[in-house]
Structures are given as C-alpha cells and as structure tokens.
C-alpha cells in the first residue's frame, strides 16, 4: 500500500488485477481481495467465504459476484451478502478508481479487524 489520496489508500493499479479475477492485500491482520470485472468495475471483500472461510480470490468472478472455489457459495461483490438460498456475508470494504489507480478506504478494514 503506498499513498494517501483525501484517506483513501492507493492499493494499485487497474492493470495489477485481471479482468474477472481478483488480488490480495494485507491490512493487518485482514486480507482483502480486490475484484474486478468484466467492464473494469472494482469492488473490495474480505477473502474468506462466509460459509467455511474459502479464498474468495481464487473464485470465478460473475454477474456482479463470486463464487467460491471451496463449496459454490454465490457472494455478491457489491455488498459481500451470500445469494440465493444461503444467508452470510463476507466484509466488503468502499474501493474506488481515480484513473488508473485503486483506492481502498482503510476506515472500514480496520473495524473489520477489530472483530
């Protein structure tokens, strides 16, 4: 992590993370996995699946969610809510893009450290 812009923490680069795939970062003691989509949206989660803690990184990026790699559970990117019949929520985390550069809010990881 490297420069403050108005609070918000540069984390990288679009480029860094591959359309429909995800990155990592350490805040402490929370990983976070930075998604983008297909269209070049960002979104921030916590990398553990609500169910059994599964590396949300390592799922398949779809339709505004990812699937986890460990059970199929759908989470949603926009608010980290598992979809359809299952109930949890993964900590999702204000991300944003100004130009080219990622931009992650580190207000929130912090409380989600703190659990």
Not at 72 to 77: A, F, G, K, Q
């Amino acid at each position: 992590m490297s420069a403050v812009f108005d609070g918000w923490v540069k984390v990288g680069k679009l480029g860094d993370v591959p359309r429909r795939g995800a990155r990592c970062i350490k805040s402490g003691d929370v990983t976070i996995a930075i998604f983008r989509t297909a269209d070049d949206r960002v979104f921030a989660l916590e990398d553990r699946c609500p169910h059994k803690n599964g590396p949300l990184s390592q799922g398949i990026v779809h339709d505004g969610c990812v699937t986890c790699p460990l059970h199929n559970w759908v989470i949603s990117l926009e608010n980290g809510e598992a979809q359809g019949a299952d109930s949890g929520r993964s900590a999702s985390f204000k991300v944003k893009l100004k130009g080219d550069d990622i931009l992650l809010d580190l207000k929130d990881v912090h409380r989600a450290g703190r659990r």
